[in-house]
């Protein structure tokens, strides 16, 4: 079955660092990736999609590319702030189905 | 006012007790989802419906029951609350077009004593 794996947390980083999450994922034929965020005290929103190999989705300065040869949608952020501490989840959209397949989540600790 | 709505928001309960919680959507969509989310474990798929007279189980759908009593509502029960039961429940919407987005209520944090 489809299956999405992220690293495990908390990434704590300072103020301006450089963010990296990663996220693999196992399924069949050509899903549709995502990345949702969920602030404390708050339901997950959708930060970011790609729909094909090669697409690169990008919302509020994170961006995460669509990598079918590595079976991978790392997500990036040039200079992170300490309102981006949140957890962040991976996800994908077999094609063939209706459902969303959530990774394990990665919480982001960013200090001033 | 949040396009989705949950209720309770908390709620402690004894093993044995019977829980509702109830989801309330202004986005007029026709799908809904319940999800349970455990720490390390992501969120889970308990039951959707695609309209009101569908319902299916999702992944781990045992110990619990849902009632999608019109296109904005749809609640879940458990029957009998255990402990291993405890958790933070969301419940989701999206349209037919199912882009992927799913919109999210803020939780339900259920905790069995």
């Known amino acids: 079955g489809d299956s999405v794996t992220q690293m495990e947390g908390p990434v704590t980083l300072s103020e301006e660092a450089f963010l990296t999450i990663n996220c693999t994922y196992t399924a069949t034929g050509y899903p549709s990736l995502f990345w949702y965020v969920q602030y404390p005290g708050e339901g997950l929103q959708l930060l970011l999609k790609a729909t094909k190999a090669d697409d690169k989705g990008s919302n509020k300065g994170f961006e995460a590319t669509y990598r079918k040869e590595t079976t991978s949608f790392h997500l990036e952020k040039g200079s992170v702030q300490v309102s981006d501490s949140a957890v962040y989840f991976c996800a994908l959209r077999n094609n063939a189905g209706n459902m969303l397949t959530f990774g394990g989540g990665t919480r982001l600790m960013v200090k001033p | 006012d949040a396009d989705v709505t949950q209720t309770p928001r908390n709620r402690i309960t004894k093993t044995g007790k019977r829980i509702m919680l109830e989801c309330s959507q202004t986005?007029?969509?026709?799908?809904m989802y319940w999800y349970r989310q455990d720490p390390g474990l992501g969120l889970r798929l308990i039951y959707y419906?695609?309209?009101?007279?569908?319902?299916n189980k999702g992944e781990i759908s045992d110990g619990y029951s849902v009632s999608r009593q019109a296109q904005a509502k749809f609640s879940l029960s458990l029957e009998s609350a255990i402990p291993n039961q405890t958790a933070l429940y969301f419940c989701?919407?999206?349209?037919?077009?199912?882009?992927?987005?799913?919109?999210f209520g803020e939780g339900s944090r259920l905790t069995v004593l």
């Open positions: 419906s695609f309209d009101v007279k569908d319902i």
């Open positions: 989701a919407t999206t349209g037919t077009t199912n882009t992927g987005e799913l919109f």
């Open positions: 986005k007029g969509h026709d799908r």
